[in-house]
């Protein structure tokens, strides 16, 4: 069963005199004297979150309409209460809360309505302050006016010392300690997180996966010398663990702050059979001391450390590596930083404390921590394909999805990821993997002089 209940997101810009056609919910123009229909009330609403002519149409509780009616995608407002929660949290938080309440729902291809909203928003020419009294005059005529409505209970509002260290585990465990079982609907049979890399137009998720691994296996050297030791950062479920163990042999410790994940990681080393090559630990990377490694990945954990944690991060990652030992950090980036504030959606519902760094500051990090920056890569692209891949599987298992965390849960990562999609796809956000290298005493890298093996 496919989902119902999906969101459009508008652009956060103001309003332009848009061309709107208000129906009554027979679908005739209201020409009559009788009370203006909802779409004709909240028309000035509708202004302020796309300029120009509507992409999709809009169907309100009073069966009223905006938009084309030949648009194959519909976004249905069910209540008052949407409008309300957009007056208490304008745009992006507001919605998202409604949303998540069921207040709003998309009928068709959500990443298809997102772009297509987020393309007409492009066109607005800023907010007219004039307009601002009469959105709040049409709120008050549909009744959408009263005191601000409970957020949805799957918000996060995480306290304490931001990016202490019971801050993140409590975040991180926000994030990952949902269900097990609904990470795997989501993620696939391979439970990896972050991007693929896709290497051929036909290759699935899992194959994609399994590739992303394989160049970072490479890119460490794990290919040149079999028994080396791994650290993995951000573990997760453990797939880079079983990868780098099975099939280079590796010893590999992987650490992560969640219970879940430790928990589940360590079953599938055990049903591997490589408990004597893989260690799951529930461990901070700060608590890592007097241990050396050849090798460290950290693979979409970087969004959690957050930047002013970036310098004790990559110190700490210098001195567990051996001399010629590499990092490979692969991190979601965006140019100039950014910081999921709390009054975000992603901030409140996926990534509570969140950060993406400038793949530049990370490099500049990565040398004042004392590596030597060897290559950068964008995987941009790959992640927007992998998305999508994730809005597929969620939305093939959706009602086991319900059955697992909720419906509310669900609506928030199917329009996190739809959201994301249209991110990667627009360049708004990147995936870098950025390689370091600890260098021995005399200036040896040990690194292969060309690229040509990781490939």
Not at 308 to 333: C, D, E, M, V, W
Request: overall charge neutral; aromatic content about 6%.
């Amino acid at each position: 069963m496919r989902p119902a209940t999906r969101i459009a997101t508008p652009g956060e810009h103001g309003l332009a005199p848009p061309t709107l056609h208000p129906t009554s919910g027979t679908g005739e123009p209201d020409k009559s004297g009788a009370p203006s229909s909802v779409a004709r009330l909240l028309a000035p609403l509708l202004e302020v979150a796309v300029g120009g002519e509507l992409p999709v149409r809009f169907e309100f509780w009073d069966r009223s309409t905006l938009g084309p009616r030949s648009a194959p995608e519909v976004v249905g407002v069910h209540s008052p209460d949407a409008i309300r929660r957009l007056l208490w949290a304008p745009l992006e938080l507001g919605l998202a809360r409604a949303f998540v309440a069921g207040d709003v729902t998309v009928q068709g291809d959500l990443v298809e309505v997102l772009g297509a909203v987020r393309a007409a928003s492009h066109r607005t020419r800023g907010l007219d302050p004039r307009l601002v009294l009469g959105v709040l005059r049409a709120a008050r005529a549909v009744g959408a006016v009263g005191l601000p409505l409970p957020p949805p209970p799957e918000e996060a509002a995480p306290r304490g010392l931001r990016h202490s260290r019971h801050r993140d585990a409590v975040a991180v465990r926000h994030h990952y300690d949902i269900s097990n079982a609904f990470y795997q609907l989501v993620l696939g049979p391979s439970l990896t997180y972050s991007c693929a890399r896709f290497t051929d137009d036909s290759m699935g998720l899992d194959a994609a996966q399994q590739a992303k691994h394989d160049l970072i296996c490479r890119k460490l050297g794990l290919d040149e010398r079999p028994g080396m030791r791994l650290l993995d950062v951000g573990c997760g479920w453990g797939s880079m663990a079983l990868h780098a163990a099975t099939s280079y042999g590796a010893q590999v410790v992987g650490i992560t702050l969640s219970d879940a994940q430790v928990q589940l990681a360590r079953e599938r080393v055990a049903r591997a059979g490589v408990q004597g090559q893989v260690e799951i630990r529930r461990q901070d990377y700060r608590e890592l001391t007097g241990e050396q490694f050849d090798a460290i990945s950290s693979i979409g954990m970087f969004e959690h450390v957050g930047k002013s944690k970036i310098a004790t991060y990559f110190q700490s990652l210098h001195q567990l590596l051996t001399p010629t030992g590499r990092l490979l950090n692969h991190a979601i980036s965006s140019v100039g930083g950014s910081r999921l504030a709390s009054r975000t959606f992603v901030g409140r519902y996926v990534f509570p404390d969140g950060e993406l760094i400038d793949v530049g500051e990370v490099a500049l990090a990565m040398e004042q921590a004392g590596f030597e920056v060897r290559d950068v890569e964008s995987l941009r692209e790959h992640y927007a394909r992998t998305l999508r891949a994730w809005v597929a599987n969620l939305e093939s298992h959706w009602d086991d999805a319900v059955d697992e965390v909720g419906i509310r849960r669900s609506r928030a990562w199917l329009l996190y990821m739809a959201a994301s999609a249209i991110g990667f796809a627009e360049g708004d956000i990147a995936v870098h993997q950025v390689l370091g290298v600890r260098p021995g005493a005399d200036g040896q890298s040990g690194m292969p002089p060309t690229r040509r093996g990781w490939e």
